[in-house]
């Protein structure tokens, strides 16, 4: 009878234990200069990265070089090198933020703040540097989910079009 009360206690307290644990976890914060967004909003939406753009997806790569498009970005001689910061969509486990790096109306490096903390700590990373070659690869933000990582990839995908669609708006 004590090792029966003993067992059920023990159990108790351990449940415990871990939901009280897990209730005091609070989600990475990206810093609003990196991620070009309020990173109070706690919402699960898109929140666009500058007042007045739209983080609506739309089709396609960067412009080509040359100014189509009418994007006029690239326009002239020389190809100048620019930096843009996709929008911060909120994940359940942290945000994702999708910063393109373009040159000669081609994407030429991609950095991701990604969840980084309990289980997306093996996950994310490894997701987005998948995900990061296949965008390198195609130009475009229609890439494959990667398996296992379902959240991490739609918000990767999402704020790399907030980003194109950036660049196609001038």
């Known amino acids: 009878m004590r090792r029966a009360m003993l067992a059920v206690l023990s159990a108790a307290a351990g449940t415990s234990l871990l939901v009280g644990l897990k209730a005091h976890f609070t989600a990475p914060t990206v810093p609003a200069a990196q991620a070009g967004t309020n990173p109070a909003a706690g919402d ?79 996950i994310s990373p490894p997701a987005a540097a998948k995900l990061k ?20 990839s739609d918000a990767y995908k999402k704020s790399l079009q907030a980003a194109i669609d950036q660049i196609k708006r001038g």
């Open 44 to 122: 699960k939406s898109t929140e666009p990265a500058a007042p007045g753009k739209s983080g609506a997806p739309s089709s396609g790569a960067p412009p080509a070089a040359g100014g189509n498009n009418g994007g006029g970005n690239n326009a002239g001689g020389g190809a100048q090198a620019q930096t843009i910061d996709g929008t911060k969509v909120n994940t359940p486990y942290g945000p994702v933020v999708v910063t393109i790096k373009v040159s000669g109306g081609k994407i030429t490096d991609i950095d991701a703040v990604v969840p980084s903390t309990g289980e997306s700590a093996t």
């Open 133 to 152: 070659a296949q965008a390198l690869q195609r130009q475009n933000a229609k890439l494959d989910t990667v398996s296992g990582a379902t959240y991490t």
